[in-house]
């Protein structure tokens, strides 16, 4: 019979059975809750001859890039490199508005970079080898996905309404096109499995119940322009926000919860000063499968607490919006 532990020890062996002696494997990491897990088990496969490779797009999470290394190089032991790219990325982002435009470069510079990190991490191999004349490590030849069961069923079968409707853009799918083999240990799993399995490998509880996080970023959360100012301005309001609702123990109710940056100006009062600022709309969903949500009726202290601290807190925002639309006829995303 079926239990989490056994399905650990077969996958391991499994894992171990196909890379061989030598195989070495690479994959992309977001400090989301799939592709962490994916890495643990591999870790725990093959050690060092999984290489985890997290970019920095510029549009991440306030410090996201560094509690990630701090969790999974530092806390887990997974052999991770972290590739700062965001110049890079915001440089290409800039002056672009249109929303299928910010994926389509945010996901084209995203293959740009992990392959040539795959490259890299080849040549660095080859170089170790003439120098200490060790012994011959593999060639990179498995690529590491963390694809989830309904993800296999609906590429097979149907693809829902919001595919259709935005591309949604995730790492797992960009580099299929790359020269590599798939190793995909979560393809029998659903999301709550992906959790139980991650418990058991020691994933901390916050980063296992996380929610979701786009793989465009902050990027879609930010309407018109992406710069490195509206960045800071839209991560500062996420950060506020995402406290607020761990301290009222909301966190675990909510399916996705993040603060969206408008493109346009009003009209404030600071002292006895006008002010002339950006306006933060907060979006907080409840969803069994995000194909339709609720708004989150929050208790209005809660909101209070959030709006006055957004506004005190983050320089070049004075109001703070609620979104109470549901999906459909919104999506959870702005863009
Ligand atoms: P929507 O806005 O389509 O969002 O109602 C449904 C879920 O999908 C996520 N989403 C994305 N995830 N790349 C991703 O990896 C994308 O381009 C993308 N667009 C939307 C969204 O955060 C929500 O969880």
Known sequence: NWTMETFIGKEIARIRDICGEKGQVIGAVSGGVDSSVAAKLMHEAIGDRFHAVLVDNGVLRENEAAQVKEMLSKDLGV???????SDLFLSRLADVED???????IGNTFIEVFEREAAKIEADAEKDLEERGGEAKGKIEWLLQGTLYPDVIESISFKGPSATIKTHHNVGGLLANMQLKL????????KDEVRALGR??????????RHPFPGPGLAIRILGPVTRSQVKIAQKADTIYIDEIRKAGLYDQISQAFAVLLPVKAVGV????RTYEQVIVLRAVQTEDFMTADWF???PEVLRKISSRITNEVEGVNRVTYDISSKPP???EWL
Do not use: C, H, Q
């Open 79 to 85: 052999n991770l490199t972290v590739i700062d790219a």
């Open 270 to 273: 600071m002292g006895d000063k």
């Open 200 to 209: 058991l490998l020691s994933i901390p509880a916050r980063l296992v119940n």
């Open 330 to 332: 919104g999506t959870v």
């Open 183 to 190: 190793i995909e240990p979560l393809r029998e799993l659903f």
């Open 99 to 105: 929303p299928e435009k910010k994926r389509k470069i």
């Open 297 to 299: 009726a929050f208790p």
